[in-house]
């Protein structure tokens, strides 16, 4: 079955695959049959959440908001649907749970949120207009770390970013750009001191892990905050193409939304009259949703996967640059490769994102035709051999050079831990 069929099957509930968590209103766009309403589905999916407002941010000063290109767009809606075809078939169409000290979310949830937001950070690496790449400082091996906190300090500034996974809310009063130019009160952002301690709290070493089913498997973050500090001024010192690193950028990015949007969501609740609402556990919005302290270990993890989805494993020719940069940890030698047991979202993306083809067969400008989309999902057959775990695709359409998504695809091997075999034109992923 052709990619597009498959899509398509699940957007219209037919094959068993559940996408939509909320499952609460009609869809106004249909990304499938009209790829141009990738954005409106976005935001739709969003808004139904209650987290509408984590799209909403744009430079200080500035009323515009920022937002995806239709490109971006409509990549990362082919993105979602991808990773649920993977995770249906990796997991033998179980269901799976992952959460926090008892708070337990289906896979669809988690997989929303990092899939639908793993490029917003190309609001950034894409426009170079906006966010130009300054002139580098000579690079000192003793503060490199310190110089990439400073880049992506810049960064962070711009956006008005006011938390971070690695300490929580950094300052009490989390911003008023984006909510002065939509009308809201920002007086109310300014948090007390126990509702700062919780979320801080659970930023704190000791709670960053993520229970797989019941089991508390994922500890930690894959990468420490000075390992992505050194990354992205590596990124911004590369040779060949510098440029703002979108999957840093998009992870802290979507972690300081998701935490304003949950502070929005308490102070609206408060409004409507219930003065005993806890901070650490309400319910707001029509249709209503719930809002757990729990949670903030959960938007981490995502942010984390979003992070770690762009940062790459050395390849020969770059050994040394990495080496210049203290990037030791991610020469092959060195370099954990992501598993499905062990990090199920992150490995989902990494697989999803690589094999999505609208990336190599869709021209990258600001309006993508409706045509083009549909030839490069009905170009490309995707299927599962249940005995070998395996996801094979195959290039059925002549006008596609399927050269261009089997090296994307081999590459794989490379930082995620599967076995990549090519056939003609059909190429096979086999997970370890």
Not at 144 to 167: F, P, Q, V
Not at 402 to 423: C, P
Request: glycine share 6%.
């Amino acid at each position: 079955m052709n990619l597009y069929e498959q899509m398509l099957s699940i957007l219209n509930n037919e094959n068993g695959i559940a996408w939509d968590y909320y499952q609460s209103s009609p869809i106004p766009a249909n990304p499938v049959e009209t790829p141009s309403e990738s954005w409106e589905f976005i935001k739709w999916y969003f808004n139904n959440g209650q987290k509408g407002r984590t799209l909403d941010f744009g430079l200080v000063g500035s009323d515009n908001l920022l937002q995806l290109s239709q490109f971006r767009s409509i990549h990362t809606v082919s993105t979602f649907f991808i990773g649920l075809l993977v995770c249906h078939w990796m997991n033998e169409g179980r269901e799976l749970a992952l959460g926090h000290d008892g708070v337990e979310l289906p896979f669809r949830y988690l997989w929303f949120l990092a899939s639908l937001y793993h490029d917003l950070g190309y609001v950034v690496e894409g426009d170079k207009r906006q966010f130009p790449i300054a002139p580098r400082s000579p690079l000192n091996t003793r503060n490199d770390s310190i110089n990439g906190y400073r880049e992506l300090a810049d960064i962070r500034g711009k956006l008005d970013m006011r938390c971070t996974i690695y300490t929580g809310i950094t300052k009490r009063k989390l911003g008023v750009t984006r909510r002065v130019c939509q009308g809201y009160d920002s007086s109310r952002n300014d948090l007390p001191a126990c509702h700062v301690e919780t979320v801080n709290k659970h930023m704190d070493s000791r709670n960053r892990y993520i229970s797989i089913n019941g089991k508390p498997d994922i500890h930690g973050y894959r990468y420490s905050s000075e390992q992505m500090a050194k990354y992205f001024r590596y990124c911004l010192d590369s040779a060949d193409k510098p440029f703002y690193n979108h999957g840093i950028i998009g992870g802290h990015l979507f972690f300081d939304q998701m935490v304003k949007n949950y502070v929005d969501s308490y102070h609206l609740a408060c409004r409507e009259g219930n003065a005993n609402i806890s901070f650490d556990d309400f319910e707001y919005g029509f249709p209503r949703r719930f809002f757990k302290k729990e949670q903030f270990p959960i938007f981490a993890y995502i942010a984390d996967c979003i992070i770690a989805h762009n940062v790459w494993v050395a390849k020969e020719k770059d050994r040394a640059k990495y080496i210049e940069y203290g990037l030791d940890f991610l020469l092959p030698e060195n370099f954990r490769k992501i598993s499905f047991e062990k990090n199920p979202v992150l490995y989902i993306l990494a697989i999803a994102d690589t094999i999505e083809p609208c990336k190599p067969y869709c021209p990258d400008k600001p309006n993508v035709s409706n045509e083009s989309v549909h030839k490069a999902w009905k170009g490309m057959d995707v299927g599962y051999e249940e005995e070998d775990r395996t996801i094979t695709i195959t290039i059925i359409d002549e006008d596609l050079d399927a050269r261009l998504l089997m090296r994307k695809a081999e590459g794989l091997a490379a930082w995620v831990n599967v076995e990549v075999e090519r056939e003609a034109n059909t190429i096979k992923i086999k997970q370890l």
